[in-house]
């Protein structure tokens, strides 16, 4: 996590990618806020949210050798949390 971006993370946005050997488990982990982030001068008395915002766009996704349970060409991994998640209507949840 790059301690520098505790007020905004920008989408990232990726096309024709090939996961490789790639399962559930190691497909995606997004952090939470390290609580060192909650300052009065930046974010007030909680963590700056950033991490909490990450959102990634994949297009023309390829899959080979071990898969996700899941191997869409067209997705995205959104947070969960009910501020970012939770405004995607087809959002499918993957527990850890």
């Given at each position: 996590m790059n301690p520098d971006s505790s007020d905004k993370i920008?989408?990232?946005?990726?096309?024709?990618?090939?996961?490789?050997?790639?399962d559930d488990l190691g497909f995606a982990f997004l952090e939470?806020?390290?609580?060192?982030?909650?300052?009065?001068?930046?974010?007030?008395?909680?963590?700056?949210?950033?991490?909490?915002?990450?959102?990634?766009?994949f297009t023309s996704t390829k899959y080979a050798g071990v898969?996700?349970?899941t191997t869409a060409k067209d997705f995205t991994v959104v947070p969960d949390d009910e501020t970012?998640?939770?405004?995607?209507?087809?959002?499918?949840?993957?527990?850890?």
């Amino acid at each position: 996590m790059n301690p520098d971006s505790s007020d905004k993370i920008p989408p990232h946005f990726f096309d024709n990618c090939k996961f490789t050997d790639v399962d559930d488990l190691g497909f995606a982990f997004l952090e939470k806020p390290p609580s060192k982030w909650a300052n009065i001068k930046d974010c007030g008395n909680f963590p700056c949210t950033a991490p909490s915002n990450y959102i990634m766009g994949f297009t023309s996704t390829k899959y080979a050798g071990v898969t996700p349970s899941t191997t869409a060409k067209d997705f995205t991994v959104v947070p969960d949390d009910e501020t970012v998640g939770g405004t995607y209507p087809n959002c499918q949840h993957k527990r850890d």
